[in-house]
Nanobody
Framework: QVQLVESGGGSVQAGGSLRLSCAASGYSYRRDFVGWFRQAPGKEREGVATILTGGGWTLYADSVKGRFTISQDNAKNMVYLQMNTLKPEDTGMYYC???????????????WGRGTQVTVSS
């Protein structure tokens, strides 16, 4: 069974950076993807970025292209989300999740972490 634990959230001013970490276990690095999602109060969960845990395939939401970078380190069983040039609209609870598809559709992700809060102030 896949297990996911997020960390690295916090409060930052607009223009700042944060790096989120997702400790993943129980997955197949050849077949499984890990994605990052976020959800702001009163809004639907939004896919941010997805990566093949074996490397080589990534997918980003248009809203974060050029600012966020997803990466993986199989030796450490970790997936990261480097977030630069943060904006207040990036505020939300950030979750990592696993899927067998390169997608940003939350319905395609079967295992989820509990989330880490990111707050960006203007």
């Amino acid at each position: 069974q896949v297990q996911l634990v997020e960390s690295g959230g916090g409060s930052v001013q607009a223009g700042g950076s944060l790096r989120l970490s997702c400790a993943a276990s129980g997955y197949s690095y050849r077949r499984d993807f890990v994605g990052w999602f976020r959800q702001a109060p009163g809004k639907e969960r939004e896919g941010v970025a997805t990566i093949l845990t074996g490397g080589g395939w990534t997918l980003y939401a248009d809203s974060v292209k050029g600012r966020f970078t997803i990466s993986q380190d199989n030796a450490k069983n970790m997936v990261y989300l480097q977030m630069n040039t943060l904006k207040p609209e990036d505020t939300g609870m950030y979750y990592c999740a696993s899927s067998r598809r390169l997608t940003l559709n939350s319905a395609d992700f079967g295992y989820w972490g509990r989330g880490t809060q990111v707050t960006v102030s203007s």
